[in-house]
């Protein structure tokens, strides 16, 4: 027993002091804690993926910059996204609500609309959960039910040295989006809404993460919930590998260039530490380049772009021009 804090140990404390409750995986557990989902052998041709996620008023949404229903859409929203990032497809979910009394049915009809609108576009189906009365903040939890072929299933640990690092689409437009959304400047300028609508309606990449899977030219894959800063870190300590990547190489829309240019901020720091683009992150060896941006020119509609590579050198490191400089831990932290 410590009398450490959980503020001392953090979000990566926290879950391994979790897991040296349950260290070892029984038969059916292919894979437990440490992965975007858990991944479970259920006796069939498929694998069963399971992810939850929790979102807490006042700490992942404020009605300031969201409304009800874009909060329902985003609560699965980014469970979809776990699902995508180990090559599955959803189709299960259960939702779990703690509401205060008072909150007007209204809201709770709003954030309906919005969990069905999103339910609706990636198939799946709303089959339980639970209610209960809180007298503080509203607390909202999904679980999410998947299958994958045991062929398509990506880890996060799988990374080699040598590998190409890719990123599905930009970086840092969540980011701008809230901040946008927090300072309430800026929005009537074009392109804005584009930033706005990554914050508050995040599209996860559910059809080019099973098509990366089947490819088989994957190594690791990740969504992007709390920034490459943090995310990418993920899958080096899984691997036992580190990562270079090319600042010149980093997309960034031009909305958010031209956000960063009025607000005098580096759009940089958006896009490597700012969080919730969602996008998928993964490795494939370098002779797979050609098939790779065939397959994402194919499900998207333009090409992923290619942003660093893996190194046999622990840590993560960032390359602007000659100069190689490591880069600090960052990212979304809890706790």
């Not at 910059?65 to 469970?79: I, P, R």
């Not at 309430?184 to 995040?202: D, F, M, T, Y």
């Not at 956000?259 to 958006?270: E, G, M, R």
Request: contains cysteine; negative net charge; proline residues 4%.
């Amino acid at each position: 027993m410590t009398n450490d804090l959980l503020s001392h140990v953090g979000e990566i404390g926290v879950i391994r002091l979790i897991q040296r409750f349950f260290p070892d995986h029984t038969p059916y557990v292919k894979k437990g804690i440490g992965d975007d989902c858990a991944v479970l052998e259920t006796g069939g041709e498929d694998l069963l993926l399971v992810t939850t996620d929790m979102m807490i008023e006042g700490i992942h949404y404020t009605t300031k910059t969201t409304s009800y229903e874009d909060v329902g859409w985003k609560a699965l929203a980014v469970n979809l996204s776990d699902i995508a990032a180990m090559g599955g497809t959803p189709h299960t979910a259960f939702l779990s609500m703690g509401l205060r009394s008072s909150t007007p049915v209204s809201v709770l009809e709003s954030f309906m609309r919005g969990f069905q609108e999103m339910a609706c576009e990636a198939g799946v189906f709303l089959a339980g959960g639970d209610t209960v009365e809180v007298t503080s903040d509203s607390v909202i939890s999904v679980t999410l039910l998947g299958r994958c072929s045991p062929e398509g299933l990506v880890f996060r640990s799988g990374a080699q040295v040598g590998d190409d690092i890719w990123v599905s689409g930009f970086l840092g437009n969540a980011a701008g989006g809230l901040e946008i959304l927090l300072t309430n400047e800026h929005q009537e300028k074009r392109g804005r809404q584009i930033l706005v609508s990554s914050h508050q309606r995040p599209s996860p990449r559910l059809k080019l993460g099973k098509a990366l899977g089947e490819s088989g030219l994957v190594h690791a894959m990740i969504d992007l919930s709390d920034g490459v800063a943090k995310d990418l870190r993920h899958i080096c300590d899984e691997s036992g590998v580190g990562a270079v990547l090319n600042r010149g190489s980093i997309p960034i829309s031009e909305p958010l260039q031209t956000l960063a240019q009025d607000l005098s901020h580096d759009p940089f720091d958006w896009a490597l530490s700012g969080g919730e683009d969602y996008e998928l992150l993964f490795v494939s060896p370098p002779e797979y380049r050609k098939e790779i941006e065939e397959i994402t020119i194919n499900v998207m509609g333009r090409t992923a772009t290619r942003i660093g590579l893996v190194v046999r050198e622990q840590g993560l490191w960032l390359q602007t021009g000659g100069d190689r400089t490591q880069f600090p831990y960052g990212g979304y932290a809890h706790f």
